[in-house]
């Protein structure tokens, strides 16, 4: 049984994590601004604090050891500085939540090694503004520079699921039931996806196995907006085109210029089963179709 803290942990995959914890008999605190409710009842502990505020966060965490720590909302290189000095001697594995967004573009499976934190220079700006690829790119790097921390950061690509709040698989669905275009640059470009129970399988996998290091976390398989408009279209009963163009509110947030996608083997390698694309996606399609008509 291990202690553990969750920095975010009521919403989508979060609370999906939290739920495997406890499930698992860990004794769990969660710290949040406490602007979402949770459904954990008094299986939880709970610190409410702004994780951008590093006096809040110090004063929420004063005292406390924790085995595991899984930092789900770290999005700037100050962000992850801060914790750092926070928690170095502190928590046994620091386990950051990344991304597939740290890599560029390329025609090929993207591997760990092709984006190297160790060696990424860390560069602030003084209006702490950063795109999210590159705030991820610098809080690994800042986090992977500490050589009093051990440090997981897992990359995700797009992360789906019934209560994905973004709605960004249930777009393609509901422009097929209205008829409208979807705009995209290249519809037959591939994508990594993975389910976000898959996603909180791997980030407890990660962090009660002590994983250090990056490492990809994806489905196995991948697909493209043309292969999932076809599957959308065995439940809505008709596609809609796909076009290189349209309004802005048209343009499907799946819309990239090429292939992107993950290697997954160093994980694999390691003993995780990865879910299969082919067989979750035409599920999570079916279940958002029925609930779109059942409104």
């Known amino acids: 049984m291990a202690n553990i803290l969750v920095l975010g942990g009521t919403r989508f995959f979060g609370k999906r994590l939290v739920n495997r914890l406890l499930a698992r008999g860990d004794t769990v605190t969660i710290l949040t601004r406490g602007s979402h409710k949770d459904s954990f009842g008094d299986a939880v502990q709970r610190l409410i604090a702004d994780r951008k505020d590093p006096d809040q966060l110090r004063q929420a965490v004063e005292g406390r050891e924790f085995d595991i720590l899984y930092d789900n909302i770290c999005y700037t290189p100050e962000e992850a500085g801060q914790a750092a000095d926070i928690f170095a001697g502190r928590v046994g594995q620091y386990v950051l939540t990344s991304s597939l967004s740290v890599y560029d573009f390329a025609d090929h499976p993207l591997r760990e090694e092709d984006f190297?934190?160790?060696?990424?220079?860390?560069?602030?700006?003084?209006?702490?503004?950063?795109?999210?690829?590159?705030?991820k790119r610098q809080s690994e790097a800042v986090l992977f520079s500490r050589h009093n921390l051990n440090v997981t950061a897992v990359r995700f690509p797009i992360v789906l699921g019934p209560d994905d709040y973004t709605r960004r698989l249930l777009f393609h669905i509901e422009h097929a039931e209205s008829g409208e275009a979807i705009g995209l640059p290249d519809p037959d470009a591939r994508i990594s996806f993975v389910h976000a129970e898959e996603a909180a399988e791997f980030?407890?996998?990660?962090?009660?196995?002590?994983?250090e290091g990056p490492v990809n976390a994806c489905s196995s398989g991948t697909i493209s907006v043309r292969e999932l408009m076809s599957l959308i279209q065995h439940n809505i009963g008709r596609t809609v085109p796909l076009q290189t163009s349209a309004a802005p509110e048209h343009m499907s947030p799946f819309g990239i210029p090429g292939d992107w996608t993950m290697d997954h083997s160093r994980a694999a390698a390691a003993g995780f089963k990865f879910w299969d694309l082919s067989e979750w996606m035409p599920n999570l399609i079916a279940e958002l179709t029925a609930d779109l008509k059942g409104r």
């Open 116 to 135: 190297d934190p160790y060696r990424y220079p860390v560069m602030m700006n003084d209006r702490r503004d950063y795109s999210y690829e590159e705030g």
């Open 203 to 211: 980030l407890e996998w990660a962090g009660h196995s002590k994983f």
